[in-house]
């Protein structure tokens, strides 16, 4: 399912070093430091969730990993291609690196089939009947087969979620990033994209997801990423984590969720 690359097994396929980046702020000299010295290796087949409290630099972070957010110092390389050097090839970076949305993000005036059919055309060169072949059986894997013909606007906000991520597993990715992909639906919706995404990750898809949900990130991570003030404060097993926090920030933050 995932895409060819030269990394092997036990070496990282993702790799943040030192990044930071910095937003201009009204009244700030220094600007607002949305990410302050991270440091993140992700190793191939590993599913990492990252939690941390609103504006502590999660959905940054996940924006930098496919070059949507750029970064003001350090590197970041994915699958044996280095994100923050400018010659980079981006639209194959991205094809690479799948990332579905809190906001689905799909074409409106397109059908849910193309909408999973029109990337595959446009950036990786598939004829018209093996991008649609490709389409309908990830449609029916992600369990829309049924609405191939309607359009976004007609579709519930957990089907369209679940056609965004086909169209990013149709590109054959190597990883996935997972942007707050429930937060934008309602509350019985989410369960099944929650399914569908331990499905990937049972597959062994390399998986970095953003999520307030906390059963999720104790039933499906490998590893829980806490973040606050744009840094990494504390990274370990999800039972380690949650049971005995390290940090007094993280201790405060988990004690309000539980």
Do not use: W
């Amino acid at each position: 399912m995932t895409g060819a690359s030269t990394i092997a097994p036990d070496e990282a396929i993702i790799d943040v070093v030192g990044v930071r980046k910095t937003f201009p702020s009204i009244g700030s000299r220094g600007g607002c430091v949305a990410l302050d010295d991270v440091h993140m290796s992700v190793r191939r087949g590993e599913v990492v969730v990252i939690i941390g409290p609103s504006g502590s630099g999660k959905s940054t972070l996940l924006r930098t990993l496919n070059a949507l957010v750029a970064v003001d110092r350090g590197v970041i390389r994915i699958a044996g291609r280095e994100v923050t050097d400018p010659k980079t090839d981006l639209p194959k970076l991205r094809a690479d690196v799948g990332m579905v949305f809190q906001h689905f993000n799909l074409f409106q005036h397109k059908t849910a089939l193309e909408n999973v059919v029109l990337p595959q055309r446009v950036v990786r060169r598939r004829s018209a009947s093996e991008a649609r072949d490709r389409a309908l059986a990830l449609l029916d894997r992600v369990g829309v087969l049924d609405r191939q013909d309607h359009y976004p606007g007609q579709l519930s906000g957990g089907q369209q979620q679940r056609v965004a991520i086909a169209r990013s597993l149709a590109m054959d990715p190597s990883v996935m990033l997972f942007d707050e992909a429930t937060s934008a639906l309602d509350p019985e919706m989410i369960g099944g994209i929650l399914d569908l995404m331990r499905g990937l990750a049972e597959d062994g898809m390399t998986m970095v997801a953003v999520t307030h949900e906390m059963g999720f990130a104790r039933d499906v991570a490998d590893r829980v990423i806490f973040m606050d003030g744009g840094a990494v404060v504390e990274s370990g097993a999800p039972e380690a984590v949650f049971a005995n926090p390290q940090s007094e920030r993280a201790r405060r933050f988990l004690s309000q969720i539980h």
